[in-house]
């Protein structure tokens, strides 16, 4: 990426919008609604041959309390310091505003490149807001309209120069290095799963609303990066940021909270609660969050239920852990209640952090490499069917009708979560208790504590398929010749 460029404006003027066309994906959640972003949300924008990252930021108010629409107003402001470019977009059909001309002049003072940019400018009608933009005393404006993909040209023509002065800039100070290849030409992110700068690890952070999740995120960052307070449901959209967690590359996504779906009627925390439940499907490892004051309520199970379901290796974390008067007793009653509650993820790591204090983060970091690492294993053939014989003679399977199911063969075919694949007669009538008892045997012999583990019956018949019908051989084919021609 060469620069950073931030969309700044007003409440409703079409930057999330703009965002979702720079990006090429609907990344950011867009209503009519004003106020829905509320975060700093980042991406990857293509405009014509530019690579660049884009910030999409919440709508600037005219408040500077400690308010929810003042902590919005600081966020953004940071945002512009962070940028090597801001867009401040206007609506051009309600022209421009007493809020517009005073941030204008915050980013005359904050920001060294502004390009001023007329949204919804398609049509007459917004012929007179555009030339209003003029006494904003930021140059010529651009004839936007972001829902249309119209005057991208015009944006592409002056972000252009800036892009050429930024990528020589970063290619003087780039620093030379050599990149590991092996003998086939590979490098070793084609075919090893360690987390990498270029691909990290991929974690979500879910739970209900007010568990304290924005507030995690930012103290594994070391900032106040995202938006966080006392009210409940502040995050809305899924935000991802990229870290560096002692020395572990992680892509840590910010979801919304989530509630009970009968809970859920307004048209915008169910567009909240859909994204989070989309990062949780591109997630590797799902940390769910709860707070150690109401741990393990009907939604927790649930969201912890999600994660299993969609084949992702979880790690469950409870916070608020410096305000638990009895660490101890509390920690004991955790530990039975989950694996009461949630035995499909019998032996899945439990842990206790602050994420005011930041006290058991480290330990919140090793249980996530370690669970993407088991979510990563792969065992030998010839391990797994020595390990089944040994299951067998432990406990034999059933006989139903007298006739004893034959579990012959076991391989793994899949990773991610680990998948495996047992032939055996009769897979229909091997019970569900059978495949748990062997689900189980695999997490225990094999160090999977947690992680999903898929485990797949194929029927394979007593038959030897290679065995072939006997076919006539030469004399009893000259016999029958010869018995034809003397008649």
């Given at each position: 990426?060469?620069?950073?460029l ?7 003027v ?5 965002f ?7 990344l ?10 509320r ?14 990252t ?10 500077t309390?400690d ?20 867009l ?6 309600t022209?421009?505003t ?7 002049e ?22 007179a ?23 991208l ?32 030409g ?10 990498t ?14 568990a304290g ?11 106040e ?8 449901g ?40 859909s ?9 590797e490892v799902?940390?769910v ?5 109401i741990?393990f ?8 239920d ?19 008067p ?5 920690l004991r ?5 989950f ?7 019998r ?6 952090v602050?994420?005011k204090?930041?006290k ?6 090793a ?28 406990h034999?399977p ?6 004893r199911i ?19 007669s ?19 012999d ?14 394979q ?7 072939a019908?006997k ?6 084919l000259?016999?029958h010749?010869s ?5």
């Open positions: 990426m060469s620069f950073t931030a969309i700044v404006g007003r409440p409703n079409g930057k999330s919008t703009l979702n066309r720079l990006v090429g994906k609907r950011a959640l867009v209503d009519d609604q004003p106020g829905v972003t975060d700093l949300r980042e991406g990857a924008a293509r405009l014509g041959d530019l690579r660049f884009v910030i999409d930021t919440a709508g600037l108010e005219d408040a309390d308010s929810l629409e003042g902590r919005m107003r600081r966020l953004t402001e940071r945002a512009v310091e962070m940028a090597d470019v801001c401040f977009v206007i609506d051009a059909r022209g421009v007493p809020v517009d001309e005073i941030f204008a915050i980013l005359r003072k904050r920001s060294d490149h502004v390009i001023l940019a007329a949204n919804k400018a398609e049509g007459s009608a917004a012929d807001g555009v030339i209003e933009a003029w006494g904003l005393g930021l140059g010529e404006p651009i004839r936007l309209s972001a829902e249309h993909g119209e005057g040209n015009d944006l592409y023509a002056q972000l252009q120069p800036l892009a050429d002065a930024y990528e020589e800039r970063a290619e003087a100070d780039a620093p030379v290095t050599d990149i590991e290849v092996n003998e086939e590979e490098t070793p992110a084609q075919y090893d799963h360690t987390p700068k270029a691909r990290p690890l991929q974690v979500a952070v879910v739970g209900r609303p007010n999740k924005s507030t995690l995120i930012n103290t594994i960052l070391g900032e990066r995202l938006l966080t307070g006392p009210e409940a502040i995050t809305r959209d899924a935000i991802s940021l990229a870290l560096d967690w002692d020395g572990l590359p992680v892509r840590i996504f910010d979801t919304a909270g989530m509630r009970k779906k009968a809970r859920v009627q307004d048209k915008l925390e169910k567009l909240s609660v994204d989070g439940l989309r990062a949780v499907k591109f997630a799902v940390v969050l709860l707070d150690a004051a741990p309520e009907q939604q927790d199970l649930r969201i912890a999600l994660a299993e379901r969609e084949g992702r290796a979880v790690v469950v974390a409870v916070n608020k852990w410096d305000v638990e009895e660490k101890q007793q509390k009653e955790l530990r039975e209640a694996e009461r509650l949630l035995p499909q993820l032996g899945a790591p439990l842990v206790t602050s994420a204090t930041g058991g983060l480290d330990r919140l970091r249980a996530v490499e370690k669970a993407h690492e088991v979510w990563n294993r792969r065992i030998t053939t010839a391990h797994l069917n020595r390990w089944l014989v040994g299951m067998l003679e432990q034999p059933p006989a139903p009708g007298g006739r034959k579990l012959r063969y076991m391989t793994q075919a899949k990773t991610r979560p680990p998948g495996f694949v047992v032939m055996c009769h897979p229909d009538k091997l019970p569900e208790s059978y495949t748990r008892y062997l689900i189980n045997g695999l997490r225990d094999f160090d999977m504590p947690g992680t999903p583990v898929r485990l797949y019956m194929r029927s018949s007593d038959k030897n398929p290679y065995k019908k076919k006539p051989g030469p004399s009893s000259r016999k010749i018995g034809r021609s003397s008649k």
